[in-house]
């Protein structure tokens, strides 16, 4: 979306007249918070779609003891987008979630307690389980996605469902006397008030992404009589194996890299946003 930010108007003279011009700037940036939403899950959602195609023509994982500089960034690339396709989702399905937890009193007591609880199950208890199921159905990727998927979920949908509980009534009463329900109402006062907790859940998803990629993509170990052939090509294997079969410039490299992508990740999206999101806090 392109918008015109005009500067104040000045003044030149010409042949003896004074004349009034006023300058323009163009600014190409999403000018609401929902425009900025939008742009947030539409930009990730384009990066699936090539990350996905990619996926077809992976490697195998054992073909990591001859990984090159190159390959070590096409497997942070592979690990990346399995760690993007579950913030998605999880993204996708937090704002639901933390909307059925405030909907009422009923639901509070019933669904927090019942969140807390799922929450509080260690992860890695279900994913023997998960990689038998996604192996059978040949979907070895869909397994990773998924355990990373459940680890980051409840990292949003708690903040999310805090933040709903400390809007202003005054400024909920606003939106009724104003009729402003539904979509919109989502839209203009939900989204905008939960923003520094959508962001904050998000930092610590990331950061349980993060810490879970490798055992998602080393799945011979969970399964029976499994071999280093079935692990997923990524950052998270490369790691895995470098340390097993004793190559520490390859495991130095990887962990290089993967330092790189979380320090610039923290530095140019993640410091953004909290500054930002600082606007749409309630004093």
Known sequence: MQLHTPYKPYQYKSHGHTKHVRKYRSIIYPAS?????????????????????????????????????????????????????????????????????????????????????????????????????FVGLGMTNGAAIFIIFVSMLWNIVFPVAGGLRIIPGDIKAAAHVFNIRGFTYLRKVLLPATFPYLVTGS?????????????????????????????????????????????????????????????AMNLFIWQTLLKESEKYRFE
């Not at 990619?54 to 073909?63: C, D, K, R």
């Not at 692990?231 to 097993?244: C, N, P, W």
């Open 203 to 263: 930092l610590l998803a990331w950061a349980q992404g993060w810490n879970i990629i490798i055992v998602a993509e080393v799945l011979h170990t969970y399964i029976p009589n499994g071999t280093e052939n079935q692990d997923l090509y990524g950052i998270g294997s490369v790691l895995v194996h470098a340390a097993t079969h004793a190559d520490p410039s390859v495991f130095a490299a990887s962990l290089i890299i993967v330092v790189s992508v979380i320090a």
């Open 33 to 133: 918070i929902s425009q900025r939403i939008y742009s947030a899950l539409i930009t990730p959602v384009v990066l699936l779609v090539i990350i996905g195609a990619l996926y077809v023509v992976a490697p195998s994982a054992h073909e990591v003891s001859r990984v090159s500089w190159q390959g070590l960034g096409l497997a942070m690339l592979y690990s990346f987008g399995r760690l993007a396709i579950a913030y998605v989702i999880s993204l996708v399905l937090a704002i639901p979630l933390a909307l059925l937890a405030n909907s009422g009193p009923l639901a509070e007591r019933i669904f927090l307690p019942l969140f807390d609880i799922m929450e509080s199950v260690p992860v890695l208890v279900f994913f023997p389980a998960i990689i038998v199921i």
